[in-house]
């Protein structure tokens, strides 16, 4: 396996834990705002600046006492076969690792899970599963994101949903019907700020007034606090 970057420390990416954050490339969403674009079509070294497996091992096994967890992120992580092999020799340097990840692929969560190969799961949620196409995905399966949500609330890990809040992807009604139908009683739900930075699909924010002010941002978290345990804005 090849790595397409790596963040060598992070205090924010793992709750209460110093990580370093490992991205892997290629994602199989097209989210107009998504600020890691490089990683989404990335497939060769002239597209990534990838790094070797034997690189990266060298590098986690030399921070041991200065990490205490790793993030696997990208790109989209559960698009990799070798991505249980790889939280598994993490694991057995003795590092929690944590996985970013759109839900899209629930029997890989489910193998992951299933095989204690992750400790902490992040999964975005992007709108209302059954407004993802054509936006996020054309022909996107709802039940894939159902299935990847119910899993993880009742996997024991510790987990949290996010949503980053960009309009007309967001709004009262999804945001509404997400916390009462699909996440509720969830450990911790981030509605997400949008950061104004390079993105897959400039074209959309010109087309769209997309942007959630502060107060807007306070009102959506208002909406979402009666049904989950916890609900913050980052």
């Given at each position: 396996?090849?790595?397409?970057?790596?963040h060598k420390n992070s205090f924010i990416d793992?709750?209460?834990?110093?990580?370093?954050v490992l991205f892997l490339s290629g994602c199989n969403f097209n989210c107009p705002y998504c600020h890691n674009p490089v990683l989404v079509n990335a497939k060769t070294e002239a597209d990534s600046c990838f790094l070797t497996q034997d690189s990266v091992y060298e590098f986690l096994k030399n921070r041991k006492g200065f990490l205490d967890s790793v993030v696997i992120s990208g790109g989209e992580p559960t698009l990799h076969d070798e991505l249980p092999e790889l939280c598994e020799s993490i694991k057995n340097m003795g590092y929690p690792v944590k996985l970013d990840?759109?839900?899209?692929?629930?029997a890989r969560i489910k193998e992951l899970i299933s095989k204690n190969l992750v400790d902490y799961i992040a999964m975005d949620i992007k709108t209302d599963p059954f407004r993802y196409s054509p936006l996020i995905k054309k022909g996107c399966n709802p039940d894939d994101i159902l299935s990847s949500i119910q899993m993880i609330m009742a996997s024991g890990l510790s987990y949290e949903f996010r949503t980053t809040c960009i309009k007309p992807l967001v709004?009262?009604?999804?945001?509404?019907?997400?916390?009462q139908n699909v996440i509720q009683g969830a450990d911790l739900y981030a509605l997400q700020r949008f950061r104004d930075a390079?993105?897959?699909n400039p074209e959309f924010f010109e087309k769209n007034s997309s942007i959630y002010a502060d107060s807007d941002l306070i009102h959506l978290k208002s909406l979402a606090e009666p049904w989950v345990q916890k609900c913050i804005v980052r």
């Open positions: 396996m090849r790595f397409a970057g790596l793992y709750p209460g834990k110093v990580s370093c990840t759109n839900g899209s692929r629930p709004d009262d009604e999804v945001i509404a019907n997400l916390c390079e993105v897959l």
